[in-house]
């Protein structure tokens, strides 16, 4: 992650005039099971897609508020990388899309038994939204409300 100070003056006099939203209370639920019985899936806002999925549009203002259905059997290699941020370096993401999407580390804890099992869809979506409200009003809740109907009892959420 970058140092305030190592960003473009643009990108500094953005978030220092950015309307920033606070959510009070924070929405989260404690875990009903251990976690070796919880079903688990990721939520990445790393804007990845698959080569058979479109990609996401940088040219929305505010943000591309959709998202992507990743399948739990997809090889990181396959994702692509469409983020729309300037301000942080994609090399290490590129290199390794385990660091923004990390099925094969998912994967492992439940070989291991740290975990119950793997759900078998994931979820992108494009960080750096600067007009959220549609993102919390239909694509959030929509992923919401998919992973409760798949009986997720914890998500790994990984914000880039």
């Known amino acids: 992650m970058a140092n305030v100070s190592e960003l473009p003056l643009s990108a500094r006099l953005f978030l220092k005039a950015y309307p920033w ?7 989260w639920s404690p875990l009903s099971r251990p976690l070796a019985e919880s079903r ?3 939520v990445s806002t790393a804007g990845l897609a698959l080569p058979d999925q479109e990609p996401f549009d940088n040219d929305v203002r505010g943000g591309d508020c959709s998202f992507r259905e990743i399948p739990s ?3 990181t290699r396959a994702l692509i990388d469409s983020h729309r941020s300037a301000s942080y370096d994609h090399s290490g993401v590129q290199a390794d899309p385990n660091l923004a999407f990390p ?9 291991e038994g740290a975990i119950g099992s793997v759900n078998h869809r994931h979820f992108s979506l494009m960080g750096s939204i600067t007009a959220p409200g549609r993102l ?3 694509s959030a809740k929509a992923v919401a409300d998919a992973l409760a109907a798949d009986g997720v009892d914890a998500v790994l959420l990984v914000p880039i």
Do not use: H, K, Y
Request: glycine residues 0%.
């Open 40 to 42: 688990v899936a990721i």
């Open 21 to 27: 939203r606070r959510i009070d209370p924070v929405p």
């Open 73 to 75: 059997d997809a090889t």
């Open 103 to 111: 099925i094969d580390r998912i994967r492992e804890l439940a070989a």
């Open 136 to 138: 919390t009003t239909r």
